[in-house]
Nanobody, 119 residues
Framework: VQLQASGGGLVQAGGSLRLTCEASGYIERINSMNWYRQAPGKERELVAQSTVGGDTISLPSAKDRFAVFRDNAKNTLYLQMNTLRPDDTGVYLC??????????????WGQGTQVTVSS
């Protein structure tokens, strides 16, 4: 199983980006897919979750600016980020909890995509 994250880049404050995380491989079922952010000098933080209970933005500072949604048919998670601010800068990492065709639950991480917001 692999997670491929993309969509990051350099954007001015106030701009928008859409991140994409695609899961591929021997997937039986996906329980959850999530976005985390690793900013320089800070701990990794949960940005958004997509679970069987629904899709939610977990980061308080992003609740009114970001949206998360998943295309189950494509095993793909999206993060739409609007009104970006310089403190949104960081590496955005995709995580998924997957039941593989080997009949086991496992955690997987993507390689991350860099988001840089200039002031």
């Amino acid at each position: 199983v692999q997670l491929q994250a993309s969509g990051g880049g350099l954007v001015q404050a106030g701009g928008s980006l859409r991140l994409t995380c695609e899961a591929s491989g021997y997937i039986e079922r996906i329980n959850s897919m999530n976005w985390y952010r690793q900013a320089p000098g800070k701990e990794r933080e949960l940005v958004a979750q997509s679970t069987v209970g629904g899709d939610t933005i977990s980061l308080p500072s992003a609740k009114d600016r970001f949206a998360v949604f998943r295309d189950n048919a494509k095993n793909t998670l999206y993060l739409q980020m609007n009104t970006l601010r310089p403190d949104d800068t960081g590496v955005y990492l995709c995580h998924a909890f997957i039941f593989t065709t080997a009949r086991e639950w496992r955690n997987y991480w993507g390689q991350g995509t860099q988001v840089t917001v200039s002031s």
